[in-house]
């Protein structure tokens, strides 16, 4: 049997093979160790029933290891030139799909219909190309695709943000919208040595688990985002200032004053301290009053 794709002896053997040259621009940094591969598939939960989506396969790493624990693994990968390496280093598999498509292009509800049986539970795994982690993650929960859970590898500082509980330093509007449609962890931090070549920040692995229900009522979801961004809008002012500068136009003081009164929500406090069951309170006061 043949060495896995990982191994540093490996990668570096396919690498040579294809003289490919990394693409920065791409987010290409390589997952070069076996035991965090399979750390990653083994804390996504995936099983003999998964469907799973990947994002960014590069030479194949991840996706092997999701192939032998998965039913099926479809990855998306927008290099043109890790298309020929993949076919050649995935040989072996007969339960994987390549599509050529930019991740933030792709229409996946048609690609998941297409290629996963109806009702099968869906992961998406991934070692995350990092200049895009935020807009990716944000597609993927407001999309309203049928996916139980979502394993990925970013930044360190973003996963603690998109973590992150009230109060603590990392809690912003950013944990407040992953939060409203997952249950966000962070399984573990990882170290750069397990990347070729290594990136600037550190790494870790974030799960998000899907929420079948919001876990607030809002009755307006673009307002209350558009107020929990306004409330964290300078960090070190109050809530009563920042949402009076936010709502100038649509809210007199005395009105911004009568608001936080009926939400019972002291207007001295600052956004970092609010949970998002008080948050969807003071949306829906201010909602109300419009
Ligand atoms: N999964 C591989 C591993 O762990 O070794 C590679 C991970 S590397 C961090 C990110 C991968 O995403 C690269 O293969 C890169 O070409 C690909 N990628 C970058 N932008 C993409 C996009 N918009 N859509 C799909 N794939 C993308």
Same mark, same amino acid.
């Not at 960014?56 to 290891?65: D, H, S």
């Given at each position: ?43 996504a939960g995936v099983d003999?029933e998964s469907g799973v989506i990947e994002i ?10 999701l192939?032998?624990?998965a039913d099926k693994v479809l990855a ?32 996946v509800h048609?690609v998941i219909e297409e290629y996963f049986q109806e009702g099968q539970p869906i992961h998406v795994v991934a ?13 993927l929960?407001?999309d309203n695709l049928p996916i139980t859970s979502i394993n ?10 998109? $973590?992150?509980?009230? &109060?603590?330093?990392?809690?912003? /509007? *950013? +944990?407040? %919208? ?30 998000l688990v899907m ?51 009926? $939400?019972?929500?002291? &207007?001295?406090?600052?956004?970092? /301290? *609010? +949970?998002? %069951? ?13």
């Open positions: 049997e043949q060495k896995a794709i990982a191994t540093p002896k490996r990668t570096k053997e396919i690498l040579d093979k294809y003289s490919f040259a990394f693409k920065k621009s791409l987010g290409q940094n390589f997952l070069i160790d076996v035991n965090v591969l399979e750390n990653i598939v083994e804390k003999e960014g396969p590069g030479i194949g790493a991840l996706t092997e290891q192939a032998k624990k998306f990968e927008i290099d043109q030139r890790l298309l020929p390496i993949l076919n050649d280093t995935l040989e072996p598999y007969e339960n994987i799909r390549i599509v050529h498509e930019d991740i933030l292009k792709a229409n048609e070692n995350l190309p990092y200049y895009i982690t935020t807009p990716i993650l944000m597609n929960l407001m990925v590898m970013i930044q360190k500082e973003v996963a603690d943000r998109m $973590a992150a509980e009230p &109060g603590s330093k990392s809690y912003g /509007s *950013l +944990s407040i %919208a992953v939060q409203y449609y997952t249950e966000a962890s962070v399984v573990m931090d990882v170290p750069k040595t397990v990347f070729m070549p290594q990136p600037n920040v550190g790494s870790a692995i974030l799960r929420r079948e229900e919001p876990p607030v009522q809002v009755d307006n979801e673009p307002f209350y985002f558009d107020l929990v961004r306004a409330s964290f809008g300078q960090r070190r002012k109050t809530l009563m200032n920042n949402l009076s500068r936010h709502f100038k136009d649509r809210f007199s003081k005395d009105e911004i004053r009568e608001g936080l009164e009926e $939400a019972s929500i002291e &207007g001295g406090r600052r956004g970092e /301290s *609010l +949970s998002m %069951a008080e948050f969807a309170r003071l949306a829906n006061t201010f909602y109300s009053m419009l």
